[in-house]
């Protein structure tokens, strides 16, 4: 059963557009909302996160909005850059006291210029 | 600050072997945790240390184990190797009470089973 749904797959955007990752949950236990980024050859890194209790977080140029109703939130990356083509994944932690991240399937990113 | 570290960075094993993996986390960070990355499941949970106690188990065969020793480095062992069981192995540690428990993950070791 897959608790975290990520979309899309792959994604190509033009140097200086806006990519959207989108992710959606079933567990309402989950309580902190990661994003990790991924080159090839190394370990994911943490991007950016937030908890339920927010809607929206920035950080640069990267946002994270969260519609805890409906279950789903979702990275922005505005102004893209060829430096951002990567693997993005969105994780979900449930409760606090566990490191334990369920992640997405990923989503290949491709910053053309 | 050293990030995590993971040896070795490939390994190539037949099936039927056992393999042993070995993770040092950031110093002054006490959970340590392993996951398994593939191209079809993506990161899935193996298992979750703080302080030489497992907390956690993911939905792994008990081929899959694990352990932490005293100064919080981690090993994880899989016996009996399957050719499923080619993967990126990740590690994990995080410090209990930091920041959001932010994870840092090493590079991983990438295991191939022939």
């Known amino acids: 059963q897959q608790q975290v749904k990520q979309s899309p797959q792959s994604l190509i955007v033009q140097k200086g557009g806006i990519s959207i990752i989108n992710c959606a949950y079933e567990?309402?236990?989950?309580?902190?909302f990661p994003w990790y980024q991924q080159f090839p050859g190394k370990g994911p890194a943490l991007l950016i996160a937030i908890r339920p209790d927010v809607s929206e977080k920035k950080e640069g140029r990267f946002t994270i909005s969260f519609n805890k109703s409906a279950k789903q939130f979702s990275l922005h990356i505005m102004d893209s850059q060829p430096g951002d083509s990567a693997t993005y994944f969105c994780a979900a932690r449930r409760g606090a006291g566990s490191y334990q991240l369920t992640f997405g399937k990923g989503t290949k990113l491709s910053v053309i210029p | 600050k050293a990030g995590v570290t993971q040896t070795p960075r490939y390994l190539i094993k037949t099936r039927g072997q056992q393999v042993t993996l070995s993770c040092s986390p950031i110093s002054g960070h006490r959970s340590v945790s392993w996951y398994q990355q593939t191209p079809g499941q993506g990161l899935q949970f193996l298992f979750e240390?703080?302080?030489?106690?497992?907390?956690n188990k993911g939905n792994f065969p008990g081929r899959f184990s694990g352990r932490q020793f005293s100064n919080s480095r981690s090993e994880m062992n899989v016996s009996t190797l399957e050719l499923g069981d080619s993967a990126l192995y990740l590690c994990?540690?995080?410090?209990?009470?930091?920041?959001?428990?932010?994870?840092?993950f090493g590079a991983g070791t990438r295991l191939s089973v022939l």
């Open positions: 567990n309402t236990a989950f309580d902190y």
């Open positions: 994990a540690s995080s410090f209990k009470g930091g920041a959001q428990n932010i994870q840092y």
């Open positions: 240390y703080f302080s030489e106690t497992q907390r």
